[in-house]
């Protein structure tokens, strides 16, 4: 399956703007208000109660290290797939490095979930080799495909390894803020694209090279999904930063309220004709830390005890 119906979310206890991932984030801004920490938890509050009204399954978990800023964003140090793996990658700046949980596996298992293995790749780290996990790979994972915008955050010999492992086929592209091939590379490829089981968001503008472009466009098509493009302004408003989940009703497709804004019409009656779209407010959240709502979620196909 493309979309799974449980995610994994981890509280934003240490919530604030950090400098360390801004030089590589051009989306963070150090907003100054002394309520950010209460404003984030009303914020994860909020897309909590969204996903278990759409009947998600949500596992909510406490960071390992309280003072992490980002630690709101698991999908980065951790994935989880449907034969049991879970892999921990390797990471850019030393304050989401702290964020790995080695409990991350007996946590899981205490939730009834099954963990065969786990990968731990962060000692790729020492060789420069960064991969920040879903949010530097957008994976097709019934077609086997894994979506890369390289960055410092994801880094071409990473993407390649992870795919000779992992029996996926890389589909790495360039990408900046403004589109222009000086401009600053974006530093996730979930800013950039979302996948559907049927449906592709994608900023073609943001890719410099026409040739990347053209590459991208017929990889996307060539797996028959519906593209819908968007552009720079649209992706500076995270209409890229969403995912579908399978919901008790149905498909549904979680954004921020910032994303659904920017929608123009066809583009959403599109999106609507695959799934049910959710918006959720996370404006504090989306400024100080960079990310959005599909950053926030990771995405949970492990095995449950009983149901194989």
Known sequence: MHATSAVILIRPTGFGYDPGTAATNAFQRPVVQRDISERAAEEFDTLLAALRSCGIRTTVLDPVDPAAPNAVFPNNWFSTHADGTVVVYPMLTPSRRSERDPHLRSLLEAEGFCVERVVDLSAWERDGRILEGTGSLVLDRSGHIAYACLSPRTTPEAVDLWCAHFGFRAVPFNATMDGSAAGAPIYHTNVVMALGTHWALVCLDALPAPKERRLLQAALEATGRTL?????????????????????????????????????????????????????????????????????????????????
Do not use: D, K, W
């Not at 552009?231 to 994303?259: D, F, I, K, W």
């Not at 599109?270 to 989306?286: K, M, S």
């Open 228 to 308: 819908i493009p968007f552009s720079l302004e649209q992706m500076h408003q995270y209409l890229g930063n969403a995912l579908e989940l399978q919901g008790g009703r149905g498909p549904c497709v979680l954004l921020s309220a910032t994303a659904f804004a920017a929608l123009h019409p066809e583009q959403r009656r599109t999106l609507e004709r695959f799934a049910q779209l959710v918006p959720v407010a996370i404006p504090t959240i989306e400024a100080v830390g960079g990310g959005s709502v599909r950053c926030m979620l990771a995405e949970n196909f492990l095995p449950q005890e009983g149901i194989r």
